[in-house]
DNA sequence: GATGAATGAGACTTCATTCAT
DNA sequence: GATGAATGAAGTCTCATTCAT
């Protein structure tokens, strides 16, 4: 499930895919604008995810999800913005599921296992799209306050799930992010870490938080 | 009918001008190359902080340095390389610091306040260069693997420094690390978490490894 | 303390001319692509023809053609691509009308004749394109297999002419084409030799194999 | 004996050889100036037969002759003037021996036979240079008037050797000239026709010179 | 005479973005 | 709404040539 990265910074990317009609992903639809910004979105998400942000143009993201160049700028005024959508979607699923966990009624200890698996899995499937979130934060105005804000509603949503400290909620959330991140990175695997010491670590993390007390 | 052709194949070149009009950078003394290199490295540095490692151009850092393009081509293979250079240096630098305070004969807690203290000034000077190295650790092979060899010499600092367990330093190093870049980030200020509170929590987590026990 | 950083990762691009200062070529249409690539080729033989191939660059070939650089990279891979694809075009060019000569209804002695006329006008029009490809058969391997494809075309070619001796066909093509290509360079004029010497000595070398027997 | 080429029109050259004082030829040393030139010329052929003119780069020149690029320049007016120091010296070198065998005394077949051989030879060891200057002679004005005033030279030689028939001298250089260029190119054996064959016609063509009548 | 660090014009190529159809 | 041909600024890298030492 590891992603395949490019070799390098230098441009080595799958070939161009010269095919007939030079169509690449499914074909479209003419249809709900909805269901094209959906499969942008999602096509963008892969290509972000595989070559990272610098490495994606945005006519390989439009024939991916199987329309013309043009058709991607119908839906977002740059690439940018194609990159907050897909980054807005990843943390939305994500929450949501959080949410539904949350909502389960299981013992404490079972509920931080499965966020902290959640969480972890998440992380994993997506490495190369967390790294350039990392990047765009520290360099785009735009990725950097919709980080914020994405911030600032989980805040909310920590409160909701009956944590009342925000001071320490903002801690958990910052650890488990940075925990679940080297976790997908492989970087505690390569300092000698098992995922599996890491991840019992975030559970017990999450549990202490859940537990009111 | 004989076709004109080009006058000859000498390209005519304008005589290299005594002084380049678009000159950026303190004038270059030609010297030893060591010192070219260094002084492309400062400007490397200092651009890729600035602009992040997409938004440097390799003539940009020439200039900054004070050389012609040209000159970059002849210390670096290409920008992955001067990059490379860039973040051995930053690393030599802190972990020289970090041994000398080691080998202070003062009492740990101060010891462990200091290495605090420097580490998170360390990455407070240089948050753009952080959060390229972080990007193309995910999409570089080539620093990608530089990064591996440089934890591993940490890893052997640290067991210099009197720390046995490999696995507990290990941590502590990924530990650190990230927390002091949350810190240079503003990441944890943003979180409502005074960076006072996240120093003294670094401050401890040194503190508790240093002493054997 | 934070760094500045540049203000987004929108490279701030100036919107694309309605018409391009330095444009040089008529004004190009939108249209078919292959239209596109006609004038592109054909753009390309005239710029190789009169300053060779090292001596033209892709930019000059798009702007002569009336394009943009960019347009030029949609229809070539690269350099050699396009020279690739005028040397086709040259030498389709050529046999075609041989092609036609050969089965008119005329005597064979007029047929060597116009024959003769023919491959020496055609090597005379293009001098710079003949000595640029000797150039690259011998130093790229894309060239040189194109060109023994070519070859071996020919070689049908000529046996559908009624030329059954393999050997001596080849022998024939090889004779002919070096003979004009020295006419057309004007070797044989500098050595005292005039056109029209070689011109007939050319005659009768396809006369001679155009009569069975 | 067939030299490597590089493989296609971009470059792909040995590596750059960063040796230690990034030497590559033999220790260069300091002496008459004669000897340094002759070093450069050397070591000039072999880059150009090997990777071409435009493939070849000054400096490259320099170090394998065992110099710095600043001394090439000491000798060079510019890369022409290097290439056509290596031709002189490659077409003076053939016309010395082939003037030794003239004025054996032997029969005209046998020195037919190695006349024909040991231009062949010749063309065969230097294919790269040989096409090499055919781009130039099309190109370059300079390397142009070299070939023309080598040719006269030639004819003059001619006419000393006893063939009074100026025009028939001409021809029987240029066609020699060309059929050893298309042995040494293997373009013949491409088209089936053995070397040997083509050496016999060679060969005969220069004994019906040789002889009066 | 030799050195070699430095030069800088310019070649090739990419890709975010536009707009006429 | 979709298309896709076209755009052109800009970035990476090369190399013939110079000149201070």
Avoid: C
């Avoid at 395949?4 to 690449?24: E, F, L, M, Q, S």
């Amino acid at each position: 499930m590891t992603s395949a990265r490019r070799p390098g910074v230098k441009r080595v990317r799958a070939a161009p895919a010269r095919r007939a009609a030079n169509a690449i992903g499914p074909r479209a639809r003419r249809g709900a604008p909805e269901d094209t910004r959906a499969r942008l979105v999602a096509a963008a998400a892969e290509q972000f995810e595989v070559s990272g942000y610098h490495g994606t143009d945005s006519n390989r993201i439009a024939r991916a999800a199987g329309y013309a160049p043009g058709t991607f700028y119908k839906h977002f005024a740059d690439k940018t913005e194609a990159f907050l959508a897909v980054y807005e979607q990843w943390i939305a699923r994500q929450w949501d599921k959080l949410a539904l966990i949350a909502s389960d009624h299981i013992d404490q200890r079972t509920k931080a296992e499965r966020m902290a698996n959640l969480v972890v899995a998440h992380h994993r499937a997506w490495p190369g799209l967390r790294s350039s979130l990392r990047e765009l934060v520290a360099i785009s105005p735009a990725v950097r306050q919709a980080h914020r804000e994405s911030r600032r509603r989980q805040m909310t949503l920590m409160a909701q799930l009956g944590l009342d400290d925000a001071s320490r909620s903002a801690l958990l959330v910052l650890q488990v992010e940075r925990i679940a991140d080297a976790i997908a990175d492989g970087e505690l695997r390569e300092l000698g870490i098992p995922d599996k010491e890491a991840l019992g670590w975030l559970i017990s993390l999450i549990e202490k938080r859940l537990q009111p007390g």
